[in-house]
């Protein structure tokens, strides 16, 4: 019996569905791979970035919305979709993405990199001679791991693991047992490369390759011997990974989300990805197996996997085709190699990455675990990766008899085996290690060093807006705070104490925490500039984040353009905010910045009547973010390095003419275009901080 649907809390007009938002972000960066005066190997990598949202986007996004079609909801978005209404809007969308992804690799991208000597040679113009290395290369590093499963009553369609290779192939005749079934399933060992580099001597290239796919398809009678091959059809696809874990009813959360990690690879299936010559026969068939729908099936002229291309940038030596190298420079107040405690006690240092070097956070905690006077360590992890030197440092401290305690989130969406990992080698040299709390992932990113100084105890923090892990520093931008303000290192020492212990929330003098003050607190913010845009004065509201979606905040957003306040919105991905609406939001303007690095600051500005109310989070304004989740918002409140955010976090943002993308109030993101001076953020970045003179 479908359940019944709610009565909305706000009016359904004034927000923009969360998932055609997401879409339209795929779309800007689809652009990137689009713009021809973009890097050429740049190009190709922005196009794997879109297939690797988009399967990120069925296995979370669009798995949610199947399930709730399964159970026969009718609860209706925020904007007043019901599921199904929404499923066939985004169908149709991701496979118009699609197609217009497919068309620029084709006849653009691959064609261009031709003409500069990387060369993905088609079957149908191998040489003899390549012919002859392709099976050779055939029958020696891929037949003999390769399982055919012919399907009969004795072999049943196989389970096929979440976004692995496969083909379908159809078959004629009989075997030697007298079988004769018509069909048979490959699977392609996640061992096996997807890409293959060619010998030079056979190309005269130096950067020629073969797909995966195009070698099994030329030799994939080889499997069947005795038998015709009358067709072979690539063929992927995609899982619901989205896990449940009841954490108040198991015993072991660790344990328990091992086990479910397991069956994370065999999710209902939410998409189907085929070759675009497959038989209609076969399409039924995979499509009967899979329980999927026509709209779940995206036929594509290609290899099913783009992701997989990410690997040629990296293995091409072509610098010309890249993005120019940059070194992150060194904070100037680091820069005298003075000890890193005497210089955060001298003043508050902030870290602007990936234009300034990671280098400094990872110095406090390797002085942290070789300082004898430090006496505790404490810090989250969130994503960290499976080779990381934090956690080699953490494990350092422990076994060196600091303190060490760590807050490990287990739930961190496709990092939980790395997590999981990473707890139990803590846990082995005898850190306290703790899972947050139940029903909320920690998402904070705090860094807790207590060091014995002068008779007494002082607190160093470190204060971030994204993840302590090394190799995203240097894609990502972010900032992170340094310092030994007594006052916050007590909020973070009692946020700590919060997720470690038991017993009510202590009152916090500068942090704002979710899920308790977190959202009051922004929305009060809002409201304040409101009513100092109502007597007269000027009210002004800068916010930076990924994505922008709980209905209150925005309804405050709105009453606040309406009293008169100033709002920009800078959203790199998501935003169920209307702007320029009038008599609603004529006085917000939103835009999304799409350019070499992942937009990743969370910033909040309010004017405040001349108080410039600044604050720096690892939280988006999202349901999620304020009320599921352990989020701290950090206010900056040196002057100096209050200056620092807004020049260098929000005005080049503000100002760019050539990444950015406004939102109108028809729901479309046009991009600017320069029509005086380029002005490109992450550009003037680069060069003013690195000295680098090219994003």
């Not at 039924?284 to 329980?291: P, V």
């Not at 004065?537 to 405050?556: C, D, F, S």
Request: net charge neutral; hydrophobic share 45%.
């Amino acid at each position: 019996m479908p359940l019944p649907t709610p009565e909305p809390l706000f009016r359904r007009d004034h927000f923009i569905n969360r998932e055609l938002s997401l879409l339209q972000f795929q779309r800007r960066v689809l652009a990137q791979a689009a713009d021809p005066a973009m890097p050429l190997l740049e190009r190709l990598r922005f196009l794997c970035i879109v297939s690797s949202n988009l399967d990120e986007f069925f296995e979370v996004r669009v798995a949610g919305v199947k399930e709730q079609m399964r159970l026969g909801s009718l609860t209706m978005t925020t904007d007043g979709l019901t599921p199904t209404a929404l499923h066939a809007l985004t169908s149709r969308e991701v496979h118009s993405i699609i197609a217009e992804q497919y068309a620029l690799l084709n006849d653009t991208i691959l064609p261009a990199l031709a003409a500069e000597g990387i060369v993905f040679l088609r079957r149908s113009a191998w040489t003899d001679a390549q012919h002859l290395w392709a099976r050779d290369y055939f029958m020696r590093e891929v037949m003999p791991v390769l399982t055919p499963i012919g399907l009969d009553p004795a072999h049943p369609f196989p389970r096929v693991l979440n976004k692995s290779l496969n083909f379908a192939v159809e078959l004629e005749g009989r075997d030697a047992f007298g079988r004769d079934s018509g069909a048979a399933i490959v699977q392609a060992p996640r061992a096996l490369p997807r890409v293959i580099r060619v010998p030079k001597e056979l190309t005269g290239l130096d950067d020629a390759f073969v797909f995966l796919s195009s070698l099994l398809h030329a030799h994939v009678g080889e499997l069947f011997g005795g038998m015709n091959v009358v067709g072979c059809y690539q063929f992927r696809v995609t899982r619901n990974s989205d896990m449940f874990v009841d954490e108040e009813e198991v015993k072991d959360l660790r344990a328990t989300l091992k086990g479910e990690l397991q069956q994370r690879h065999f999710g209902d299936a939410v998409r189907l990805e085929l070759a675009d010559n497959c038989s209609e026969a076969m399409a039924g068939f995979l499509m009967k197996q899979f329980a999927l729908d026509r709209a779940d099936v995206y036929r594509v002229p290609g290899i099913v996997n783009l992701v997989r291309l990410n690997q040629v940038p990296d293995w091409v030596e072509r610098p010309d085709l890249k993005y120019r190298s940059f070194r992150p420079a060194q904070p100037k107040e680091l820069a005298k190699g003075d000890n890193i405690f005497a210089s955060v006690r001298k003043q508050d240092i902030l870290l602007h990455h990936p234009f300034q070097s990671f280098e400094p956070v990872i110095g406090l905690l390797k002085a942290a675990a070789d300082d004898p006077d430090v006496v505790a360590v404490k810090m989250t992890v969130y994503r960290t990766g499976t080779d990381s030197v934090l956690m080699e440092h953490l494990v350092r401290a422990a076994q060196k008899g600091k303190e060490v305690t760590v807050v490990v989130e287990l739930m961190a969406r496709f990092d939980e085996e790395a997590n999981i990992g990473w707890a139990a080698q803590l846990e082995e040299v005898g850190a306290h290690v703790v899972y947050g709390v139940v029903g909320y992932k920690t998402h904070a990113k705090m860094l807790l060093v207590v060091r014995r100084e002068n008779g007494g105890l002082r607190r160093y923090v470190h204060l971030g807006t994204g993840n302590y892990h090394p190799r995203t520093t240097r894609f990502y931008t972010d900032f992170g705070l340094l310092t030994a303000n007594e006052e916050i290192g007590a909020d973070v020492a009692e946020v700590f104490k919060q997720l470690t212990g038991l017993g009510q929330a202590g009152k916090l003098k500068h942090l704002w925490q979710a899920p308790f003050t977190l959202q009051p607190n922004v929305v009060a913010a809002i409201r304040e500039e409101a009513e100092i845009a109502r007597a007269g004065r000027k009210g002004r509201i800068i916010v930076k984040v990924n994505a922008l979606l709980e209905p209150e905040t925005i309804e405050a957003l709105y009453e606040a353009s309406q009293a008169g306040v100033e709002i920009d919105v800078i959203a790199r991905s998501v935003c169920a905010l209307k702007p320029g609406v009038p008599g609603l939001s004529d006085n917000i303007r939103v835009r999304s910045i799409v350019g070499r690095f992942l937009e990743h600051h969370r910033i909040f500005y309010f004017q405040a009547d001349g108080a410039d109310k600044l604050y720096l989070s690892s939280a988006d304004w999202m349901e999620r973010n304020f009320f599921k989740r352990i989020e701290v918002a950090f206010p900056i409140l040196d002057p100096k390095v209050k200056r620092r955010v807004m020049k260098e976090g929000l005005r080049p943002y503000l100002g760019d003419n050539c990444q950015a993308w406004e939102l109108d109030s028809d729901n479309h993101y046009r991009r600017k275009n320069p029509r005086s001076t380029r002005r490109a953020a992450q550009e003037i970045l680069l060069k003013e901080l690195t000295g680098s003179t090219g994003a």
